[in-house]
RNA sequence: GCGGGUGUGGCGGAAUUGGUAGACGCGCCGGAUUCAAAAUCCGGUUUCUUCGGAAGUGUCGGUUCGAGUCCGACCACCCGCACCA
């Protein structure tokens, strides 16, 4: 039996599609374009599965898309800044880029190993100084369009290691290598102006409609808009009031305290000669970092003794607090609490004594005795104890309410939204250089275009506590570009998803001198199906939507959507165990007994975990690299495709791999094997065919329209199904000859193309096995004969009551008196109906009989 | 707490507008081949059954000639956000 040769025929047609430069690309307006792009990977080290499921993906639809027809751009690079670069730079001693460039040319190889159809002469490594210059003149071209700022933030400080850490390196407070205690520090930081195209964003996510429900609406969550009125208070025996933001500013007449944030100015300024106050705060500020406090966090607050006073009830006053539970963040960092109708201001309410006046009755209660006890109410109702505003519903209370404010000039209404700026500085090495210029007598110069890029210096110490570039001893000391006179260069570096928020448009044109060429990236863009993990649900994909429209700005293209198309995938998972101890185990080092037990090597109980996301951690990783050296890179590919749909978890299991194994060596068997009735390559179809070969030329059909379908719609595991069912009906006609030779060519055929994008090596060893000398990659997809859709007998159920009782084979359209006479004719139907009366019949055409008794 | 998703055999998963539930695969069982094993091939595989059938898609109820699919009420698990005023 001759077994499939992997190895060699897997490099064989890599080799050749190199040769042949099959999926080099160039824009050609009389071809409709497709683009395809997998999110481009951070160069870790070595590929993983989550890769092989995402690329296996992207590179099917670029297959099927290519031999559909289109011109086909799908490329691949890499997002090579970032942190992982500076620790392992620190643990190995070996310089950031050199760790990142040897970890590219390793995961290159392995992707190579998988027979991708890239165009690799378009891939970019984003640690290039050729890619990230481009960049920096965005950043001023963004910065003289005014969507580019600077203004005092708050970092996450490691007084250890003196450095800045991101928040993912902040665990419980502490950080991740040194576990001190992680202190807030106000840093002048650099803030790309994402919220000035904040409804935009929002109203945009209407239009793509094909991206997934569920990121649509992670992004319309995290841009947050929300509608409501600022109101300024007077603060009694002060000058500048207290602006407050509220969504109700019907329940006005309710409020009974003022509560401002920890961090508000105000509150600031009155802890400068309140040490009881200033350790308030610095109690409300040690409790944001933890996220489990929040949770359980009681509501507190400090009287400041100051008050306001009610703009709508006059001669009376309201208390104001500094309270624990109001962000900084969101509106003004000031509220009006009115506790009836708000949980939160009801809790602390009842905490601090304060009064708790119900404000709006709900429907089903009565306004004279309703009082609140310990459950706000929020819903909608009849307006109470409010003087003007009383017997008004919420919503027109809030237009009376703000049209009184807006007369008196105390409020106005306003939208608010969750979405920040995006803070793009980061105080590392391993990243892009912000080009600017700090000058004692200019201030903030940037950098002169000709004189970019500004490289990141290769001499660094990346062992010095915090930022090496900072440290350095010569870089960051130049001439203002404007005075000429010493200056110091920004030692900041940008947040690596500046790189990846621009990428998809250097793709379309890789060239020296500019980002990208105008013309090609207006041709290639938008991305026609972009695919990747959910993980980047908000951020990647929300910083990529923003950029495009700064890009717009700045007139580098004339583009708001970059991604027209997006699937996200599932993560790959894969059994976990652990010993007695509460380790854990590789899966390799469990024994297995005959009765089920497991046991580790040394005889030590082991316990069975769920399947979870393959991690180092969890000892459940399974390298994809031994995979395709084992089955080759086809069975690893059909092997993610197969059983689950793209956006679901896939669980890893061998049973699975070895599965996919033997239908790989079970198609190669189909073609290379006799006896084999099959026709010569290139024989027409005879005018007669036996009816076995008529049924197969139909299910061909059948077949490839279902699975053209599928594959359209991301069912790609329904398409697998599909050509293994053609498959086992050719391997069920083949020992048959009958005259079904042609019939067994075209099902060999057609199988051979439509595998193309799943499993591309063995589908080009088919098609030479067959007699081809052709490629499939250059091979057309096959179309449908309709008429071969068409079938003269249907089969049909055949109910009693609702309960299938049989099944006829009647002509396709016959008449439904034919039909109800051959239902009611079978024996079975006849021994349910005996004795009783038919009361109706209802025949659907094509369909189904049901006999009602 | 708010928002979203998912519940179908031992497992992954299929089932056009409501119309033959369990396609395809994994696993398992039986058989063939083999000195033996691997590989391969053939057959079976929702459950119960008095072998006539009966029950069955998380639970309970409803609409319908007919419900995995539609409606109502729940339950469980997963994901995202979370003191957002």
């Known amino acids: 039996m001759s077994r499939y040769n992997v190895k060699e025929t897997e490099s064989k047609w890599q080799a050749v599609w190199a040769e042949q430069r099959c999926f080099e690309v160039e824009e050609d ?25 995402n690329y ?49 040319a390793t995961m290159r190889d392995q992707l190579k190993s998988m027979g991708l159809s890239y165009d690799w002469r378009r891939e970019i490594a984003t640690c290039d100084p050729e890619y990230y210059q481009h960049e920096q003149k965005m950043f ?7 969507l580019v700022y600077r203004k005092e933030s708050w970092v996450n400080w490691d007084p250890v290691e003196n450095t800045v850490l991101a928040n993912e390196q902040v665990i419980d407070g502490r950080g991740w290598r040194s576990s001190a205690e992680v202190e807030k520090r106000k840093l002048a930081q650099w803030f790309l102006k994402i919220t000035a195209y904040a409804d935009e964003l929002l109203s945009a996510i209407d239009d793509l409609d094909r991206w997934p429900e569920r990121v649509r609406i992670m992004q319309h969550n995290w841009i947050g808009k929300s509608e409501g009125a600022k109101i300024a208070f007077k603060i009694i025996d002060r000058d500048q009031p207290l602006n407050v933001y509220t969504t109700r500013p019907d329940t006005i007449f309710g409020a009974s305290f003022m509560a401002i944030s920890a961090n508000h100015p105000l509150a600031q300024e009155l802890a400068a000669d309140n040490s009881k106050l200033a350790e308030f705060i610095a109690a409300c500020n040690r409790m944001a970092t933890s996220e489990a406090a929040i949770e359980t966090a009681e509501k507190l ?8 006073a009610h703009p709508v009830l006059e001669g009376e006053t309201l208390p104001i607090y500094v309270a624990n539970f109001v962000l900084m963040d969101y509106g003004t960092g000031a509220i009006f609490g009115c506790p009836a109708h708000d949980q939160r201001d009801l809790d602390f309410a009842r905490k601090y004594g304060l009064p708790v006046t119900a404000v709006v009755c709900p429907p089903d209660a009565d306004a004279s005795s309703f009082r609140v006890g310990d459950e706000a109410f929020t819903g909608d109702g009849a307006i109470i104890n409010s003087g003007f505003l009383n017997g008004l519903s919420v919503p027109e209370a809030k237009t009376a309410i703000i049209k ?76 203002c570009p404007s005075c000429a006179k010493p200056a110091q260069r920004e030692t900041d570096t940008f947040d690596t998803f500046f ?63 970059p991604f027209a198309g997006l699937q996200t995938q599932g993560m790959i998972c894969h059994e976990t165990y652990k010993d007695a101890n509460g380790k854990w185990l590789f899966p390799t080092d469990v024994v297995i007994a005959e009765n089920g037990d497991l046991t580790d090597a040394k005889g030590g109980v082991v316990t069975r975990g769920r399947s979870e996301k393959m991690s180092k951690s969890k000892r459940n990783v399974i390298d994809p690299e031994e995979i395709i050296k084992t089955y080759g890179a086809d ?72 699975v053209t379908d599928d594959l359209e719609k991301f069912h790609f595991n329904k398409a697998v199904a599909r050509i293994r069912e053609l498959s086992n009906a050719v391997e069920d006609l ?12 075209f099902a060999s055929e057609t199988i051979a193309i439509m595998i193309g994008p799943l499993m591309p090596h063995l589908a080009e060893e088919m098609w030479h096995a067959l007699g081809h000398t052709s490629l499939i990659a250059d091979t057309a997809w096959p179309s449908v004969n309709a008429g071969m859709l068409i079938e003269d007998t249907i089969t049909i159920a055949v109910q009693v009551n609702g309960k299938l009782r049989g099944t006829i084979d009647v002509a396709k359209d016959a008449d439904k008196e034919s039909v109800e006479q051959s239902a009611l004719m079978l024996d079975n139907v006849q021994s349910f109906i005996e004795g009783k009366e038919v009361r109706k019949v209802i025949i659907v055409p094509n369909k189904i009989v049901n006999v009602v008794i």
Not at 32 to 51: A, D, N, Q, T
Not at 409 to 430: A, P, T
Not at 526 to 532: A, L, N, R, T
């Open 29 to 53: 307006p009389d071809k409709k374009k497709y683009y395809v792009l997998e999110m481009f990977p951070y160069p870790s080290g070595r590929i993983h599965m989550g890769h092989v499921r």
């Open 635 to 706: 069975t690893a590919r059909l092997f993610m495709l197969s059983d689950s749909p793209p956006d679901r978890d896939l669980d890893w299991t061998d049973s699975g791999i070895e599965g996919a194994w033997r239908y790989v060596n079970r198609l190669w068997r189909l073609v290379s094997e006799p006896p084999f009735a099959r026709a010569e390559t290139g024989t027409a179809r005879p005018d007669n065919v036996s009816a076995s070969a008529l049924d197969l030329e139909r299910l061909v059909h059948k077949t490839v329209a279902a």
């Open 56 to 104: 296996s993906l992207g590179d099917l639809v670029a297959r099927f898309r290519r031999a559909q027809g289109y011109n086909v751009l799908h490329p691949m690079g890499w997002d090579a800044f970032g942190l992982p670069a500076e620790n392992a730079a620190k643990e190995n001693n070996v310089h950031p880029a050199k760790w990142t460039h040897a970890n590219i």
């Open 734 to 745: 083949k020992g048959s000859d009958d005259g079904s030779a042609w019939a067994l060519r």
């Open 499 to 561: 790189e990846s928020s621009w990428y998809f448009a250097r793709f379309c044109a890789p060239v020296k001198e500019e980002a990208f060429t105008r013309s090609a990236a207006e041709y290639w863009l938008p991305v026609d199906q972009y695919i990747g993990g959910i993980e980047h649900a908000v951020l990647h994909l929300l910083y990529s939507r923003f950029f495009t429209r700064a890009l717009k700005e700045c007139g580098y293209l004339d583009l708001e959507e």
């Open 140 to 146: 001023l071209d963004f910065l003289e369009a005014g």
């Open 404 to 479: 009184h404010f807006e007369d008196m000039g105390v409020g106005e209404k306003q939208v608010n939204f969750r979405l920040r700026d995006w803070g793009v500085s980061r105080q590392r090495y391993w990243g892009c250089p912000i080009p600017i210029v700090h000058c004692k007598d200019c201030g903030i110069v940037p950098v002169p275009a000709a004189e970019l890029p500004v490289v990141l210096p290769e001499d660094i110490d990346i062992n010095v506590a915090g930022n090496p570039l900072d440290k350095h001893p010569t870089w960051k000391h130049v001439n």
């Open 301 to 308: 607050g400090f009287d400041t003794g100051l008050k306001c």
